[in-house]
């Protein structure tokens, strides 16, 4: 056989062989790019001190999540099962430290006990921020705090305080 015939024999059958040998790998890299990622989160419980949520999203529904954290002298372990949506949550004193979620396949870090606490802070004070300033607006007099006598958070006072003073110092209340 001549090599240009042989070429043009041989050249389409190659060309498919690549083509179909390929195609499994395709799909395969297709099916793992549609499984959700694992995430996670640490936040603290409202209502508990020194309590946290400890809450992993995207496994597999009925897989098994454990849960650690701490550090080498205190540590804390959890197992739970991902429900139905693939969320799987533990709940309560968790030692200072990172905290990891993982499955059978994937582990990932949750973040730690203080960097939930400084998002409870900062979401505190912009509450009380927002609270402040909307009711200092109504009438350009600060109300009295706490009047039902609970305790307030520190971060929501701080922030109550700055709101109430921002809307005072506002062109609205300054006109008025």
Avoid at 153 to 166: C, F, I, L, S, T
């Amino acid at each position: 056989m001549k090599p240009r015939i042989r070429l043009a024999v041989l050249a389409p059958v190659l060309v498919s062989s690549l083509a179909l040998g390929s195609a499994p790998l395709l799909a395969a890299s297709a099916q793992a790019a549609a499984v959700p990622s694992l995430t996670c989160s640490v936040k603290q419980t409202p209502n508990a001190a020194g309590k946290y949520d400890v809450t992993a999203t995207g496994a597999q529904p009925g897989t098994t999540v454990t849960f650690r954290g701490g550090t080498a002298t205190n540590k804390f372990t959890a197992t739970t099962h991902a429900d139905d949506d693939g969320k799987a949550t533990t709940s309560g004193f968790i030692p200072v430290g990172k905290v990891t979620a993982a499955t059978e396949d994937e582990k990932v870090s949750c973040g730690t006990v203080k960097e939930a606490e400084q998002q409870d802070a900062q979401a505190q004070y912009s509450k009380g921020f927002r609270k402040g300033l909307a009711e200092t607006q109504e009438g350009c007099k600060k109300k009295p705090q706490n009047q039902n006598l609970a305790q307030l958070d520190p971060n929501y006072e701080k922030g109550y305080n700055a709101g109430a003073a921002a809307a005072l110092n506002s062109k609205a209340c300054q006109e008025g």
